[in-house]
Each structure stands twice: as structure tokens, then as C-alpha cells.
């Protein structure tokens, strides 16, 4: 059974306004290249977020994702009162066996409020563990265009390998 904590490889963050957002961070943190993208509707239903950059930097992907204020998620008590700030919202984690996992957050007693399927792309839950983390998990599966997509993501280097 894969470790809890293996596979870590992201921050998510959220905001009020992801162009906002990224050129404070940029401005705070120097030269980092963000995707910006408007995610697809998610098993015949809209997504809950409007827009989210993604950068890697280094080996450690950063998510800011901009919420739909019409409609009501997880990511509503953590968006910052003013447009530019970003808050911690959750960890991400690949895993290998999406269904596995799931059963497993289930073993554990938390709540999976938010999942689902990108065919061909990825399968991803969100777990409430804000009871013994303080934040949210997220947990995703790869599939090949997921890999791809990840694999375009700008990557910041900082240190010399």
C-alpha cells in the first residue's frame, strides 16, 4: 500500500483573481513562468474553478486556482478577502491506483467531498483532512494525456542540479 504522504509534488494555493495572483507572486518571488488555463467541464458538469496557473518550480509543481464564485466549493473558506494574495489551500499527491485511495481516505473516515475522471487524462479526489493537516489532500491519478499536460508545464529552475 503506497505511504500517505508519498507522491507529494504540489502547493495549492487559491485566490480571488489568478492574473492578479501570479503578478504579485512574480513580484514577490522573481521570474516565475505560469500556465494559465480555463478548466473543462468535469463529468458533464461545470467546473468549480474559472482559472488556475500552474508552475513547476524545481521538482515542486505551484497551483493557483481561481474559484467560481457562482457556485459553492471547497475552496470558498480559504479565498483571500483581497485580488492579488494567494492562500494554502490543500497538497497534492500522484498515486498510482485512484480507486485504492479512495477506499482507503474512506478506512481513514474522511470525507471526499470533490472527485472525478478526465478521460484520458486523470482521475482526482479531494479528502477534508483538515482535522489532522490543517489543510486539504488532493490525490491524483495520471493517465497519458495528464502526464503530457503536466509534462508542458513551465519549470522554474533554481537550484543547480
Known amino acids: 500500500m503506497q505511504n500517505f504522504f508519498q507522491g507529494f509534488f504540489q502547493f495549492g494555493y487559491v485566490t480571488r483573481d489568478v492574473d492578479a495572483a501570479v503578478a504579485a507572486f512574480r513580484e514577490k518571488f522573481g521570474p516565475v513562468e505560469f500556465a494559465v488555463n480555463e478548466p473543462p467541464a468535469i ?5 468549480p474553478t474559472r482559472r488556475i496557473a500552474l508552475a513547476w518550480i524545481d521538482d515542486v509543481m505551484t497551483e493557483i486556482i481561481e474559484p467560481d464564485p457562482m457556485q459553492k466549493t471547497i475552496y470558498d ?4 478577502a483581497a485580488e ?4 494554502l489551500h490543500h497538497f497534492g499527491y500522484l498515486i498510482d491506483d485512484h480507486q485504492a485511495m479512495l477506499d482507503r481516505l474512506k478506512g481513514m473516515g474522511y470525507d471526499v ?8 487524462v486523470l482521475d482526482y479526489s479531494y479528502a477534508d ?11 491524483i ?3 497519458e494525456g495528464g502526464k503530457a499536460f503536466f509534462g508542458a508545464v513551465p519549470r522554474t529552475m533554481t537550484r543547480v542540479k
Open 43 to 47: 463529468d458533464g458538469q461545470a467546473a
Open 77 to 80: 473558506d480559504h479565498v483571500p
Open 84 to 87: 492579488g494574495p494567494i492562500r
Open 113 to 120: 467531498p470533490m472527485a472525478g475522471s478526465m478521460a484520458g
Open 129 to 139: 483532512t483538515r482535522c489532522d493537516l490543517g489543510m486539504w489532500s488532493e490525490f
Open 141 to 143: 491519478r495520471l493517465d
